[in-house]
Structure formats: structure tokens, C-alpha cells
């Protein structure tokens, strides 16, 4: 019965990860760089390159923190398991 559970779910993770590629390659093209000519440009032109103006500092410290508060339960969920045999 274990075998079959496992089956069908590896199943539908293939299912699902083959939908999500074929949908995201049914995407159109970005839009060409660039703009009216004599415009004001785009944002990431305003800025002096490449990427644009998202601020990622906040976000990255606060998943920085998650996957280290992650690893240090692991850490002590493994270390008690050792502690108690």
C-alpha cells in the first residue's frame, strides 16, 4: 500500500513540475529596451543601468535569518535524537 502512495505522488509532482515548465515557456517576450525617442526613459535608464530600483536588502536579511533559524532546529532536533539513544 506504501508503494502505491508513493507512486501516485511522485506521479503528480512529475505532473505538476512538467505543467508549471510548459506554462511559463508559454510566456510572450519582454517588451525591446528602450522607449519613444526623446522620452524621459524607463526606470531602469533613470537609474544609470542595468536591473531597476527594487529594494532586496530587507527581504534577504529576513530569509537570511528564517533558514538559519531552520538549520539551528535541525541541528538540535538531531542532537537530542543522539542525546536520547
Known sequence: MKKKITHIISTLAIALLLSVSVSSIAQGPPPPPGGAAGGGGTGSEQLGGEGGGAPIG?????????????AGRKLYIINKESLEE
Do not use: D
Open 58 to 70: 530587507g527581504g534577504l536579511f529576513i530569509l537570511l535569518g528564517l533558514g538559519a533559524a531552520y
